[in-house]
Nanobody
């Protein structure tokens, strides 16, 4: 298992910046991807960004050019730098990690989420 602890959420004005952090502990050697999802009130949870163990990144179209995901393997920590924030970025942000096990022909993944951190962007 893996435990995820998030930090860095808060209230910011539109156009401002925040940096989220998520530190993993436990079976960190099996981590395949780390990333962030978010859920706004009344909306479905959506992918924000994730990064693989080899450093390949994926972003939602809505955040491309504004958010940057990065990781520190030594600390088993993933970061989300959020710039040019908009009111529509307001949501609870959840750190997510996928652990991968088994040989290539029989691989399987386990997903874990953090408790979530609130990001509120005022207009």
């Amino acid at each position: 298992q893996v435990q995820l602890v998030e930090s860095g959420g808060g209230l910011v004005q539109a156009g401002g910046s925040l940096r989220l952090s998520c530190a993993a502990s436990g079976r960190v050697r099996s981590i395949y991807t780390m990333g962030w999802e978010r859920q706004a009130p009344g909306k479905q949870r959506e992918l924000v960004a994730h990064i693989t163990d080899s450093g390949i990144t994926t972003y939602a179209d809505s955040v491309k050019g504004r958010f940057t995901i990065s990781k520190d393997n030594a600390k088993a920590t993933v970061y989300l730098q959020m710039n040019s924030l908009k009111p529509e970025d307001t949501a609870v942000y959840y750190c997510k990690t996928s652990l991968r096990f088994g040989p290539v022909e029989r691989q399987y993944d386990e997903d874990y989420w953090g408790q979530g951190t609130q990001v509120t962007v005022s207009s």
